[in-house]
Each structure stands twice: as C-alpha cells, then as structure tokens.
C-alpha cells in the first residue's frame, strides 16, 4: 500500500462502476486471465513499516488462482519501483502528477481469446499504479469481461471504476474485490465467497463413490 501526503479521503474518489453484472456462464467455460501488478519491499503496515518478500497483490492473485481455471500474467515495471517505501510513494506522486505512462518490461499478452479479465494492483494514493493505465491502454477490452481487485490501505477499489472506464471503452464490468493489504493472507473466504458471486469459483471436486453393487 501507498498512502502520502496526497492521500484523501476514499469515499468521494471511489465511485461505483455504474453497472455491475454476473459473470454470464457459458456451456464450454470461460476463458479467463488474470493479469495484476505487485510490488514487495518495504511497505505500509497499520501505519508502520514491514518488509514484504511477495507484494500483498501477489498473494491475492496467488490465492483467487487457486479458486479459478486462468491463465496468469504479472505486469512488470521496466523501471522496478524502490525498495524504499518513501521512494516509491515520491515516484508515484510525480506518476500521478504527470499523468504518466511508466513502461512494461516486456510484451502484454493477447487477450483475444478471453471472455474474462481480472486486473489486479494495489492502490497507490488513492488510485492504481500508472503502469496499469498503461497496460489497459494497450490492449482491446471490447466486448470483454472486466473485474477489478485491489489491496490497499485504507481506499478499497480507489478509482478503479472510473480509470477503467476511460482505458477500457467498451468493456463489461463486474463487481470487484477490495481486501486491506494487513489482512490478506487471511482473505480466502472473502475471496470464495467473491468468486462465487460472480460465478467464477471452480467447484471443489466431491468424494469419488464407487460404482453400483461394487464391493468397498
């Protein structure tokens, strides 16, 4: 999580997508991606410091993956943001600041072939990092399936509605997920419960019974 002195209050820059639909089943599956964006380091903690070796985002993506049949893509700065705490919230401010569009260490993948897109990042002073701005305006979101998840401090979804919109014309949006950076590791249920809503949760394989009038 990134909060600095830019931080305001969440509740006037987090407006609601203006239409949230269920993920429409479809009888051969969706194809689904999760793309996301984390940062590890030194990091935000209940108004502290704390050393991170997986960035929260990751361990969010990490757990909805183990719900979910996708694919997975990590999108990588080609400028690494600092270890520093501090450092990275003074390079997002001037991010911000210059509307920028830091560059992606790599290709973004094709999305042609999914129906579903997951976009995954923190929230950086009220909003996601600009490197997703980035990567969603590089790609056809026509006609797709988008949902947001976010970790963050204190702002939930931040303006991810909005940004998404804007970068994103012509796509479906559905209900995201917003889960505090200090309380990940325990969010399985909140995640599940998430999935299930939108349709998205693989059903967990039941016991296997033997066949009819075979011996057990």
């Not at 830019?6 to 009888?27: D, M, N, W």
């Not at 830091?102 to 923190?122: E, F, K, M, N, Q």
């Not at 509605?161 to 997920?177: H, N, T, V, W």
Request: glycine fraction near 10%; charge should be neutral.
């Amino acid at each position: 999580m990134i909060t600095g002195m830019h931080v305001s209050g969440c509740s006037a820059l987090s407006p609601r997508p203006a239409t949230q639909h269920r993920v429409p089943p479809s009888p051969a599956g969706r194809a689904v991606l999760l793309a996301y964006f984390s940062r590890a380091g030194e990091n935000y903690h209940y108004g502290g410091r704390t050393r991170l070796t997986v960035g929260n985002t990751e361990v969010l993506a990490r757990m909805i993956n183990r719900h979910i049949e996708c694919d997975v893509h990590r999108i990588l700065p080609a400028d690494p943001y600092p270890d520093d705490y501090s450092q990275t919230v003074e390079r997002n401010v001037r991010e911000q600041d210059a509307d920028a569009r830091p560059a992606i260490d790599g290709p973004s993948p094709s999305i042609d072939r999914y129906d579903t897109v997951l976009l995954g990042s923190p929230i950086w002073n009220v909003r996601a990092p600009m490197i997703m701005s980035t990567f969603t305006e590089g790609l056809d979101f026509r006609g797709k399936i988008v949902i947001p998840f976010t970790t963050h401090a204190m702002s939930g979804l931040g303006t991810t509605a909005r940004d998404y919109a804007a970068s994103c014309p012509g796509a479906i949006f559905a209900e995201g997920l917003a889960i505090r950076g200090e309380q990940v590791n325990h969010a399985d249920a909140e995640v599940q419960a998430w999935l299930g809503r939108l349709g998205l949760l693989t059903p967990t394989p039941g016991p296997t019974r033997p066949p009819a009038g075979n011996p057990t």
